[in-house]
């Protein structure tokens, strides 16, 4: 570990304490399991596995992980039934037209209708909205809209395939804000790649949203069957780097590390980073963020639900 490093962290850590305590909270999203507990907020999709976007990092293949729901009478059906069986809430999300946008309008009235029959929560992974998106999004009972954000142009239009870059991503995020819908900003280490590039542009763009109050970090996972499949994703100590420096940006905002990154080795060293910089959220987290916890004295609860809900 870097010199660099070593006092970075115990400044985020400092920082992240006197604002929060030194607490951390566990998540086990969507339907995974550990330590003994199952997952119950899966997220859904409302495209099945069809996706026009493509994007490089993913290809589709994260959809074909979600439950589909392509229709209003689908997606109503499948909440009832995942309400009954004990689940918290949906993270709803889906595959884009090539320019960003989900099909919102055709599962507006399942929404609705789930959040005056069942206790769900339901989160989105919105895409590009505009206000009235936005708004009937919120007014229908969604309670966060989670927004990849990137830095630069060139990674929107070439990994994101977003023929006019970042327009789709500022787009959005306006939108929501303008809506009063909370945005939960989901900012991509090493997106480029496996590269950092314009994670600090990233970040200076999540700082300017009014009322910020919580801000996951996520690292390229290299996915098979991919474009980036044979990719290296950022070494972990780039990401701690990155997410102390986020911390110092951002000292009274939560800072999460969500459960898209490399497993392996990789996630053992980055989670313990994680740990010792201060993050107040972690998903899906190895033995290591756990045995870090208890050398730093962290108190340490669990939860069920996606981490953007911390």
Not at 104 to 124: F, N, R, Y
Not at 152 to 166: F, Q, S
Not at 175 to 195: D, F, K, N, T, W
Request: charged letters at 25%.
């Amino acid at each position: 570990m870097s010199p660099n490093l070593t006092e970075l962290m115990q400044k985020a850590r400092e920082i992240s304490w006197r604002h929060f305590g030194p607490r951390l909270k566990i998540f086990t999203p969507g339907m995974f399991v550990a330590y003994g507990e199952r997952g119950r907020y899966p997220a859904v999709s409302i495209t099945g596995t069809e996706c026009a976007q493509n994007c490089l990092h993913c290809g589709g293949s994260l959809l074909k992980t979600m439950p589909p729901a392509r229709s209003s009478a689908e997606l109503a059906e499948l909440g009832r039934r995942l309400w009954k069986e004990g689940q918290a809430g949906m993270l709803l999300s889906g595959g884009t037209d090539g320019a960003g946008r989900l099909p919102w309008k055709e599962v507006l009235p399942a929404i609705h209708e789930l959040k005056q029959s069942t206790g769900l929560i339901l989160t989105a992974h919105v895409g590009r909205v505009d206000v009235a998106t936005a708004k009937a999004l919120k007014e229908a009972g969604v309670v966060q809209a989670l927004i990849d954000v990137v830095g630069d142009d060139e990674t929107a239009r070439e990994v994101l395939r977003l023929p006019d870059g970042l327009a789709a991503q500022n787009e959005a995020l306006a939108a929501c804000q303008a809506a009063g819908l909370e945005l939960v900003p989901h900012l991509i280490i090493g997106l480029y790649h496996g590269r950092m590039r314009a994670e600090d542009a990233a970040l200076e763009t999540v700082s300017r949203i009014e009322g910020l109050k919580r801000l996951v970090h996520i690292v390229l996972m290299p996915l098979k069957h991919t474009a980036f499949e044979n990719e290296q994703p950022v070494s972990a100590e780039e990401a701690a780097l990155f997410m102390a420096r986020s911390r110092l940006k951002l000292p009274e905002v939560k800072h999460h590390l969500g459960c898209a990154r490399p497993r392996g080795r990789h996630r053992q060293i980055l989670d313990a980073y994680a740990v010792e910089l201060g993050v107040n959220a972690l998903a899906l987290p190895s033995d290591a963020a756990i045995a870090k916890a208890r050398e730093l004295g962290v108190e340490v609860s669990f939860e069920t639900t996606c981490c953007s809900l911390a």
